[in-house]
């Protein structure tokens, strides 16, 4: 039967959704509603491929243009995403999208063409492999099992947080939790993102984006925004005070965020990528996760070089310690200006 690449359409996001959501290769970040929030929380042009046969999506593949002159322009699946790349139910659909995509790349003139793949499947082009880790891990239906389960070190910082008589709670208020998350990113230097990238996932993906928040006394301290996907749980973005540390909130926070989901059903933690030998990717070694290096594959045709457009890389070092000393009204107002060229 003849197999169809089309771009996805309005009318067509169901159906998309529908094959996501059935497809073991598919995750969070393949979800239709990522396209709407990439144009409108960053101008991005969205290109979401989509392979069909008889009348069914066999495979899609999301993807959107990051052009800056600040950094590159590319052709990514996909930006602001720790996953992305093809997902297909057959070779043939999986070469078409993959075709095509590259296609549209040299169409378009970008410098390069990004896959976010969990696993290798270009093993001929560039890898970036040795820069990102992400971390999942099963939950078990019981809570005390899952408690057991973290090493016992770790157990003893949520204990304290515990102890400290840490609260947490569901947080409807995005302005209250992009004010932590806003001052933790200033502390590393990093731009931070929009407030209404925050209030569009909300609103695209529903009870599916939570934020919860962690009190001390009444006062919040930490909180992470986190995806809910079939049986996945997924903290994506997080913040908090300096003192927070101080009364373990952190770990009371993910601990809390295990405990919910395992009563809820659902049966997998993913930690989400960090940066190999960061504090991050240790803490997250901490609880007995394992790392899985993250296959970014690129295609490159307008350089010679995978691009590097991280805080490790030491020609932003300076950029970072300005950015760190900067007032935080200032780094509100140009972070979101920054930011969309970054991916």
């Known amino acids: 039967m003849d197999l169809r690449v089309a771009r996805l359409e309005a009318a067509d996001e169901a ?3 529908a094959f996501v959501q059935q497809s073991p290769e598919a995750t969070f970040f393949h979800r239709s509603g990522w396209a709407r929030v990439l144009r409108e929380a ?17 495979g899609v593949l999301p993807l959107a243009r990051s052009k800056s ?4 322009d590319a052709l990514i699946s996909t930006p602001f995403c720790v996953y992305g790349g093809v997902v297909a139910a057959d070779e043939s659909a999986r070469k078409a999208l993959d075709h095509a995509a590259q296609e549209r790349a040299r169409a378009l003139g970008v410098e390069f063409l990004e896959y976010r ?8 082009w560039p890898r970036q492999d040795a820069l990102y880790a992400t971390f999942r891990k ?12 973290i090493p016992r070190k770790q157990r ?3 204990r304290q947080g515990i102890k400290a008589g840490l609260e947490a709670t569901w947080e409807a208020d995005l302005d209250r939790f992009h004010d932590l998350y806003a001052r933790s990113v200033h502390r590393l230097g990093t731009p931070v993102f929009p407030r209404c990238y925050f209030h569009l996932l909300a609103e695209t993906f529903g009870d599916d984006c939570r ?48 405990r919910r989901g395992c009563e809820e059903g659902y049966r997998l933690f993913d930690f989400g990528r960090s940066k190999k030998g960061t504090g991050a990717y240790h803490f997250k070694r901490n609880w007995g996760f394992e790392p899985q290096p993250l296959a970014y594959e690129y ?16 020609r932003y070092r300076q950029a970072i310690r300005i950015w760190q000393r900067l007032p935080l009204s200032v780094v509100n107002r140009l972070g979101p200006i920054v930011v969309r060229g970054l991916g």
């Open 15 to 17: 159906r998309w959704d």
């Open 42 to 58: 960053f101008g991005h042009v969205t290109e979401y491929l989509y392979a069909e046969r008889d009348g069914v999506i066999v």
């Open 69 to 72: 002159w600040l950094f590159s």
């Open 117 to 124: 793949h969990r696993a290798p499947v270009h093993t001929e």
């Open 138 to 149: 099963s939950l078990a239906a019981d809570e005390d099992a899952n408690f057991q389960a």
């Open 156 to 158: 003893r910082m949520v």
């Open 211 to 258: 934020v919860l928040m962690v009190s001390h006394d009444g006062k919040p301290v930490t909180s992470v925004l986190t995806f809910y996907f079939r049986d996945e749980i997924l903290p994506y973005y997080g913040g908090g005070l300096p003192a927070a540390r101080e009364v373990a909130g952190y770990d009371f926070l993910y601990w809390e965020l295990m």
């Open 299 to 314: 295609q490159l045709y307008k350089r010679s070089t995978i691009p590097e457009h991280n805080p490790l890389n030491p």
